[in-house]
C-alpha cells in the first residue's frame, strides 16, 4: 500500500552537485512531514533536512547553505538538491514520509562524494 522510493545517487567529486528525488505512494503527501536522513556504515542515522507541517523547514547545521529541501505535491515528490558536496557527505541517503503517527522509510540511494 504504503511505498517511497528514492533516486538521483551516485558518484560525484568534492564540489559537485547531486538531486535526490523521492516519490512516495499511498499516502497524501502534502498532510505529512516529510525529510531526508543520511545514514554512515557504523553511525547514527541523523536527519539532513525536513519540511514540519508544510511551512517549518530545518536542515542539519553541517548542510546549512548547500542543501536544499523542496516537494512538488502534485506529484507526491519530495527533493534534496544538494550542492558543494564534501567527503563527509558521503552516506546512505533515506527519504522519510511521517503521516498519522507513522514513519514510512524509502530503501536509500547511495550518494559518494570522492576525488
Known amino acids: 500500500q504504503v511505498q517511497v522510493v528514492e533516486s538521483g545517487g551516485g558518484l560525484v567529486q568534492p564540489g559537485g552537485s547531486l538531486r535526490l528525488s523521492c516519490v512516495a505512494s499511498g499516502i497524501i503527501f502534502s498532510l505529512g512531514d516529510m525529510g531526508w536522513y543520511r545514514q554512515v556504515p557504523g553511525k547514527q542515522r541523523e536527519v539532513v533536512a525536513r519540511i514540519l507541517s508544510g511551512t517549518t523547514i530545518q536542515y542539519l547545521d553541517s548542510v546549512k547553505g548547500r542543501f536544499t529541501i523542496s516537494r512538488d505535491s502534485s506529484k507526491n515528490t519530495v527533493y534534496l538538491q544538494m550542492n558543494s558536496l564534501k567527503l563527509e557527505d558521503t552516506a546512505v541517503y533515506y527519504c522519510?514520509?511521517?503521516?498519522?503517527?507513522?514513519?514510512?522509510w524509502g530503501q536509500g540511494t547511495q550518494v559518494t562524494v570522492s576525488s
Open positions: 522519510n514520509v511521517y503521516t498519522r503517527g507513522r514513519n514510512y
